[in-house]
């Protein structure tokens, strides 16, 4: 069974800053895929950004970047120059590839406020 | 991107009648679909996975015949809380991915059930 662990319930930054948000999971599968969910206050679940564990460069969207170190199996999510709209809970998620469970395990999620 | 909706947003339902949640997606065809319970500042809790044409499967503790689903056809699955209380408040969240890969989850906008 798969595990995903946010290790930060709550975190903050002001806004233009970078903030990181921790994940590690734990799998026994060699093929996966991860991504980061973000949930704004409506409540509407969004994708972030997603990472194929065959590709080794770190996935890229705009703003948000993620640093995946396989072997250590952690999945961090960056987000640069941090703006109002991205105060929401932020949740990792891992889903086997092909010949897996494709049932996704959620993390326990990170609340992020930013201030102004 | 793929868009998935839910109906209705909102419902209020007296204890003991049953209410039922759609969840379609709209512009693409979900061999699976999920459905979740959020409690408050809280994860995602898995109760079902449903495909299309076969009976779902439910996670552990999830009562099947308290909460029914049926995934009619490739766009739209329904759950059905029967005899509903006011333990079953709670927020109900669809989603659907593409078996295919990469597995993201497409994630419908939710519905808040209040049993009085």
């Known amino acids: 069974a798969q595990t995903v662990t946010q290790s930060q319930p709550e975190m903050s930054v002001q806004e233009a800053e970078t903030v990181t948000l921790s994940c590690t999971y734990d799998?026994?599968?060699?093929?996966?895929?991860l991504f980061w969910y973000k949930q704004p206050p409506s409540r509407q679940m969004i994708l972030v950004i997603r990472?194929?564990?065959?590709?080794?460069q770190n996935a890229t969207e705009n703003r948000f970047s993620v640093n995946f170190q396989k072997a250590a199996k952690s999945f961090s999510l960056k987000i640069s120059d941090s703006q109002l709209g991205d105060t929401a809970m932020y949740f990792c998620?891992?889903?086997?590839?092909?010949?897996?469970?494709?049932?996704?395990?959620f993390g326990r999620g990170t609340s992020l406020i930013v201030h102004p | 991107g793929a868009v998935v909706s839910q109906h209705p947003s909102r419902v209020i339902c007296k204890s003991g009648t049953s209410v039922k949640i759609e969840c379609r997606s709209l512009?693409?065809?979900?061999?699976?679909m999920f459905w979740y319970r959020q409690f408050p500042k809280q994860s995602l809790m898995l109760m079902a996975t449903?495909?299309?044409?076969?009976?779902?499967?439910?996670e552990q503790g999830v009562e099947k015949d308290k909460f029914l689903i049926n995934h009619a056809s490739l766009t739209l699955s329904t759950l059905t809380v029967t005899s509903a209380h006011p333990e079953d408040s709670s927020f109900y969240i669809c989603?659907?991915?593409?078996?295919?890969?990469?597995?993201?989850?497409?994630f419908g906008p939710g519905t808040r059930l209040t049993v009085t």
């Open positions: 989603s659907a991915s593409l078996v295919l890969g990469p597995y993201e989850q497409y």
């Open positions: 799998t026994s599968e060699n093929n996966y895929y």
């Open positions: 990472q194929e564990a065959y590709k080794q």
């Open positions: 998620a891992f889903n086997a590839g092909s010949g897996g469970s494709y049932i996704p395990t």
């Open positions: 512009d693409f065809q979900a061999t699976t």
């Open positions: 449903s495909n299309e044409g076969s009976k779902a499967t439910y």
